[in-house]
């Protein structure tokens, strides 16, 4: 007979993604932060798709992250929870309808490459017909629509901070 567990598998476990960027730490952290708007691929990762004029990312404990539309609407993607810079910052994500985390760690490897973690959490707030629903991509969190995501985001965030680096 097995010896008795009290550790129960997540059911609904984060997303965890990482990449190496060619690049220093201060550079990609900045190019996330400040740059967000000209390399995120808001087709189809936003609200507002073709709408968006711009997008914010409000640099300090409690700012927003936010699309702005071309007739001036904003919708919040979520506020910062957590900001430590250039190591990372953690965020509400408020585009799954019941808020979930986005937590995103920037560590150097080398003077010229940063190791950058993320990791999605907070899945198990939301419910199971939540989970099966469409975000950008079709399948919801239970589809791996989240997990390709941000496999697509880190790939165009990693392209930016290395071209913008050379």
């Known amino acids: 007979m097995a010896p008795e567990s009290n550790v129960s598998e997540l059911r609904r476990p984060p997303i965890r993604q990482s990449t190496i960027v060619r690049s220093s ?5 900045e190019v996330f932060v400040r740059e967000i708007g000209s390399w995120w691929p808001l087709q189809p990762f936003s609200i507002g ?3 968006i004029r711009e997008v914010t990312f409000e640099r300090t404990l409690g700012g927003r992250v936010f699309e702005t539309w071309d007739d001036g609407t904003i919708r919040e993607w979520g506020r910062v929870l957590h900001w430590k810079p250039p ?8 585009v799954t309808g019941t808020p ?3 937590e995103l760690r920037f560590t150097s490897e080398d003077v010229d490459s940063t190791r950058v973690d993320l990791e999605h ?9 939540q989970l099966t629903e469409a975000c ?14 941000w496999t697509r985001i880190l790939a165009q965030l990693t392209s930016a901070a290395e071209e913008g680096h050379r």
Do not use: I, Q
Request: net charge negative; glycine share 16%; charged share 25%.
């Open 49 to 51: 798709k073709d709408r």
């Open 136 to 149: 950008a991509l079709p399948g919801g969190y239970l589809g791996g629509s989240f997990n390709e995501g």
């Open 121 to 129: 959490r907070g899945w198990e707030k939301l419910t199971e017909a």
């Open 100 to 102: 979930t985390e986005v």
């Open 87 to 94: 190591s990372g910052f953690a965020m509400t994500w408020n």
């Open 25 to 29: 730490v201060e550079h990609t952290f």
